[in-house]
């Protein structure tokens, strides 16, 4: 049914595409009026990307002002789909007319026959289909239901489930907690295996032995890593607390205490992921450029000075595949080590966003809820990485 | 070579192809002349141990009897699964004959309308393949939670109820006499025992489950929900907030800040309950009877001697009763009738005098028929076993009210993660239990809603 609203909506959109589109096309001394034509197209589909399937239910009367604002946020992230590479192609266009774009011809290998590219994609490309990009699609028409695991029946919510997690303590909570271990795991774990991968790299005897070691933890499984660290921080039996008493400390519940729990969660985190993070930072010592340090020491710098100044920033686009690598690894594969060492627990404490779908969309069954938080999730991490993309490729020297 | 080759591995593929073909047109063949006999009754369950091997050779034992039936059990690993598992095939209509279904996923099942009621599946025989019917040899309380609407709609199979373990030797030393019969007695003994000199880590100790406090509230004749349970009419309340389920807040609360109840730190942990009172880490626990067999076992392995008396109640309140816990076998809808013929006679069998007290033997379970509990008396079982009379003696003893009956409530298991979760962040990080069970039921009543607005 075609209301009002249905109307008014890519109208608007449409408006505001077209009007952008057409003044970059006018800069660019292109036609206006097509641009302002394509513009409009692409803002007033755009628009129609989720409120049509959505049957843009945000805006119904009887709907609360959050769900209206979040219906006006998917009006804009729909716009900015079909937008986004057109105002890309003007931006680029005014550039090379400037004559600011560099210019670099590159040398494509192409197929010569098309069909074998895509018969040679063909396997792969079913796996991604039928088991990330169908179950992915299917997770936002899930998220826009209430549907319980194993029921017959569900019903058509709306955005109830996004706009129903702002006010869900437990929620918020668990969002403020990942970012915190996440945070944690980031920072301790490359400091730690950048300091282990120094000592290691020192030519000293038994050099291979030694790095073969520490790269070992890797091989184990999330799951492993969780046990070993169960058992290690077990209140009444585990080294841990062994250990604290030779030196005089009582006791600790290192796992039934929500202000340790976390730290036990982080360590076992950042062991079970040094091993990687060593292996990576050996193999860019092992390729940093001799002459540098040597020129460096020669001109009096001493060895801190040359860690600081020299080996860091040559070691940047590292450091930046690890940082994504490692926040991706925290976000979503320490659900294992979690499961077996505090099951979210004590009291919520370790309860990351991942562990938080588990307990909503298994144990509760609630799959609507669970969709919507993985897709949240989904586009946490997404924005994240854009936002690193952003800030610090600038300050990341890939050599030269 | 290379033309060769394919010529030949096409060849080869063709006659593999061929051969294929005909064996399964054979093979179809043969399976419709076996389908006239004997029907194939597909039984799931939800155990994987020594219950479900229990079951497969009383499979084989009633094919012996009834060749017309063939009946196969198939293991899941827990209740959630096995209702993911039905809920599929249903879907995929490749239905299994039989399931069974936790206790408070009763309300589901009738939603889900997957079943038959056993009720409407008999009609008005006394009797199924020479199996007399007889349902007013089940023990009571059984019986009741069960009946729904006044049908008797699923077959009770294994049934529990939660019971005190406690360590003798400890209490011996403290100078306990008899174990503790109420929350204010074992208190008191608690702190006994905490007091003594070479005390054990903790005194007591239960799973945070939802089940315990459940039990809690019956014990108490308070209702969980409204509409007598949710089994006058739907229920659309919940009653967390009330006084009784305070009460019970602020008791277990307080026994774990005094130091006597020892939480693991892990909801539903009851492997941390067995471990503990097998080991004589805890002088007593609460624990489900099911488990009587293997922990009084475990137990004297250790050469701790363990003695089983009833779940100790609020003396203020009085005790009403005790409810159970379980599950039950619900017949599937639709089937052929010979399949629900034979699902019904097996159910009747499996359940009948021997088996049922056979049953309790091998797990702990409650014997569910009177005729069962005079069987193992005439027998002496439980004057060689005073531990498993304690759960069958709990329950015939109680007064059977809409409170005892349990709860029927849709969307039952979140309603337990809630207050399993109250009672964890009460314990951990403190606070006031009636606010916290005021919080608990406000997030416990939308739970429900949601679940009743799809059902409605």
Redesign the interface.
């Known amino acids: 049914m075609w209301g009002f609203i249905q109307v008014l909506v890519p109208l608007l959109a449409g408006l505001l595409g077209s009007l952008w589109v057409g003044s970059r096309f006018r800069r660019i001394e292109r036609s206006m009026l097509l641009g302002a034509v394509l513009g409009g197209l692409a803002g007033g589909l755009g628009s129609l990307i989720f409120m049509v399937p959505l049957d843009f239910c945000t805006f119904e009367p009887e709907r609360k002002a959050i769900d209206v604002a979040f219906g006006v946020g998917l009006v804009l992230v729909g716009m900015a789909i079909p937008l986004w590479p057109l105002l890309a192609w003007t931006q680029k266009e005014q550039e090379r007319r400037l004559g600011l774009q560099r210019a670099t011809p590159r040398e494509r290998g192409i197929f010569k026959q098309w069909w074998l590219a895509w018969l040679l994609l063909l396997p792969t490309f079913t796996i991604l289909v039928v088991f990330l990009y169908y179950p992915g699609l299917d997770t936002f028409r899930l998220s826009t239901l209430?549907t319980?695991?194993?029921?017959?029946?569900?019903?058509f919510v709306c955005v109830d489930n996004f706009t129903g997690l702002l006010t869900d303590a437990t929620y918020l909570r668990s969002l403020g907690i990942t970012f915190a271990i996440s945070a944690a795991i980031v920072v301790l774990g490359l400091s730690g295996s950048l300091l282990i991968a120094t000592l290691a790299y020192q030519p000293i005897r038994g050099a291979a032995i030694y790095r073969v070691l520490l790269i070992w933890p890797y091989a184990i499984s999330p799951a492993v890593a969780g046990i070993i660290f169960f058992i290690m921080f077990n209140p009444?039996g585990g080294v841990a607390n062994h250990l604290l008493g030779l030196v005089g400390i009582p006791r600790l519940?290192w796992?039934?205490?929500?202000n340790l729990a976390p730290w036990v969660v982080i360590f076992a985190s950042v062991w079970k992921q040094m091993g990687y993070n060593i292996l990576f930072y050996l193999a860019g010592l092992q390729n940093l450029p001799k002459d540098l340090l040597e020129a460096a020491a020669i001109d009096g710098a001493g060895a801190m000075r040359r860690f600081f100044a020299i080996t860091l920033p040559l070691l940047s686009p590292i450091t930046f595949f690890l940082v994504i690598t490692n926040m991706t690894y925290a976000f979503f594969d320490i659900f294992g080590t979690i499961d077996l060492l505090?099951?979210g627990?004590?009291?919520?404490s370790t309860s990351v966003l991942i562990y938080e779908i588990y307990?909503i969309g298994?144990?509760?069954?609630?799959l609507g809820r669970a969709a919507a938080q993985s897709i949240v999730l989904f586009f946490i991490v997404v924005g994240l990485t854009i936002l690193q993309f952003r800030t610090t490729e600038r300050n990341v020297t890939y050599g030269g | 070579m290379r033309l060769h080759f394919s010529m030949n591995t096409r060849r080869t593929f063709l006659a593999v192809a061929a051969g294929l073909v005909a064996a399964s047109a054979a093979a179809f063949l043969a399976a419709d002349s076996f389908a006239q006999s004997p029907a194939e009754v597909k039984v799931w369950i939800a155990f994987t141990d020594n219950r479900l091997d229990w079951a497969r050779g009383k499979a084989e034992e009633f094919n012996k009897q009834f060749p017309q039936y063939k009946v196969t059990v198939e293991g899941y690993g827990n209740y959630e699964e096995i209702q993911q598992a039905t809920d599929l095939a249903i879907q995929q209509k490749a239905a299994p004959s039989v399931v069974q279904w936790f206790e408070v996923g009763t309300q589901r099942a009738r939603d889900f309308g997957y079943f038959k009621s056993i009720a409407d599946a008999l009609g008005n025989r006394t009797e199924v393949n020479g199996i007399p019917v007889n349902f007013d040899d089940f023990i009571e309380p059984v019986v009741s939670y069960y009946t729904l609407d006044g049908k008797f709609t699923s077959m009770p199979w294994n049934s529990s109820s939660p019971i005190l373990y406690s360590n003798t030797a400890i209490l011996k030393k403290a100078g306990i006499e008899k174990p503790p019969a109420t929350w204010q007695e074992l208190e008191a003994a608690c702190q006994k025992i905490m007091a003594l000199p070479d005390a054990p880590q903790g005194c007591v100790t239960w799973p945070n489950h939802g089940w315990f406090y459940e039990q809690w509230m019956a014990q108490q004749n308070a209702l969980l929900a409204n509409n007598d349970n949710g089994r006058a009419a739907r229920a659309t309340q919940v009653f967390l907030d009330s006084e009784p389920s305070i009460a019970i807040a602020t008791w277990w609360k307080g026994m774990h800040d005094k130091g006597y109840y020892i939480y693991s730190g892990k909801q539903r942990d009851w492997a941390a309950t067995e471990q503990a009172i097998q080991t004589g880490t805890v002088a007593m626990a609460i624990t489900s009877s099911a488990d009587a067999a293997n922990i009084t076992n475990a137990a004297k392995q250790n050469n701790i001697e363990l003695v089983t008396t009833r779940m100790p109640y609020n003396a203020d309140k009085g005790w009403t009763g005790n409810l159970i816990g379980g599950a039950s076998l619900w017949l599937v809808k639709d089937l052929p009738k010979e399949v629900e013929e034979g699902a019904l006679t097996f159910m009747l069998w499996l359940n009948n005098t021997e088996n049922a007290a056979e049953w309790h033997q091998v797990t702990g379970y409650l014997p569910i028929r009177k005729s069962s509990v005079a069987l193992l008396e005439s027998k002496g079982w439980f004057k060689e076993n005073p531990n498993f009379f304690t759960a069958s003696d709990q329950i015939n003893n109680s007064k059977v009210t809409p409170a005892t009956r349990g709860a029927l409530l849709g969307a039952f298991p979140e309603i337990r993660n809630v207050v399993t979760q109250t009672m964890e962040d009460l314990m951990v990080k403190g606070g006031d239990p009636a606010q916290a069970m005021a919080k608990a039921n406000e997030e416990a009543n939308r739970l429900l809603a949601e679940y009743n607005s799809l059902y409605q």
């Open positions: 209430l319980f695991v194993g029921a017959p029946r569900s019903r009444l519940n796992l039934s205490d929500p505090t099951a627990g004590p009291s919520g307990k298994v144990s509760s069954g609630n």
